[in-house]
């Protein structure tokens, strides 16, 4: 069955640091990956999508890592703002379907 | 700018009433989905369409139906409500063939008592 797994399970940082999220997946053959930021009580907003053949993605503060050799992804928040308090969940596509798998997600708490 | 709505923010429902949660896309997408979201599973999938008239059992089907006579409207039916379907619940839609453009809806937070 294809996995996601998101670590850790939550975070808190304090404003102004950085901090990196890690995703690690057994689907296959691999299509995408990308990396979604969900407010407390809305639906996901897309941050970034790599493919096979992309390694890094930056979205503003975000930056978005693959190795699709270890099958890892990583998302990186630079200077981080309150605003950056949500769920950042990793989802995976695979080249057999349109269906996604989508990790449980990180929980991201930035205090002042 | 493009949208996934959804038509209720918040539901309250009773045990056994019948439910139904709209879902309208205005990107001519032939993709739609339901999905319910609950702490520590993620997102996981209920139902699909890949056209009109047209579903496909998700992974979480048991409870629930849909309907999709329209392109940009696919509906989630919960035929007798219970507690256990107490949840957040995200459509979304994609183009055809392609996981590309996968956008969400704002979800809607349905409790059942």
């Known amino acids: 069955k294809n996995q996601v797994e998101q670590s850790p399970q939550s975070l808190i940082i304090l404003e102004g640091k950085n901090c990196t999220l890690q995703?690690?997946?057994?689907?296959?053959?691999?299509?995408?990956l990308r990396w979604y930021k969900q407010d407390t009580g809305r639906g996901p907003v897309s941050l970034t999508i790599m493919t096979f053949s992309e390694n890094t993605k930056s979205n503003g503060r975000y930056t978005a890592t693959l190795d699709a050799d270890t099958k890892q992804s990583s998302l990186h928040i630079t200077a981080s703002q309150l605003s950056d308090s949500a769920s950042y969940i990793c989802?995976?596509?695979?080249?057999?379907?349109?269906?996604?798998?989508f990790g449980a997600g990180t929980t991201v708490t930035v205090r002042a | 700018d493009v949208k996934v709505t959804q038509s209720s923010r918040y539901l309250v429902k009773r045990t056994g009433e019948k439910v139904f949660l709209e879902c309208v896309q205005d990107?001519?997408?032939?993709?739609m989905f339901w999905y319910r979201q609950d702490p520590g599973l993620g997102l996981r999938l209920i139902y699909f369409?890949?056209?009109?008239?047209?579903?496909e059992k998700g992974d979480i089907p048991e409870g629930y139906s849909v309907s999709r006579e329209k392109k940009e409207r696919f509906s989630l039916i919960l035929e007798s409500a219970s507690t256990n379907q107490t949840s957040m619940y995200l459509c979304?839609?994609?183009?055809?063939?392609?996981?590309?453009?996968?956008?969400f809806g704002s979800g809607t937070r349905l409790t059942v008592v």
């Open positions: 979304a839609s994609s183009r055809q063939g392609s996981s590309y453009g996968y956008t």
């Open positions: 369409s890949y056209d009109v008239k047209m579903k």
């Open positions: 990107m001519d997408h032939e993709n």
């Open positions: 989802v995976v596509s695979a080249r057999s379907g349109y269906k996604l798998s």
């Open positions: 995703c690690n997946y057994t689907v296959s053959p691999f299509s995408n």
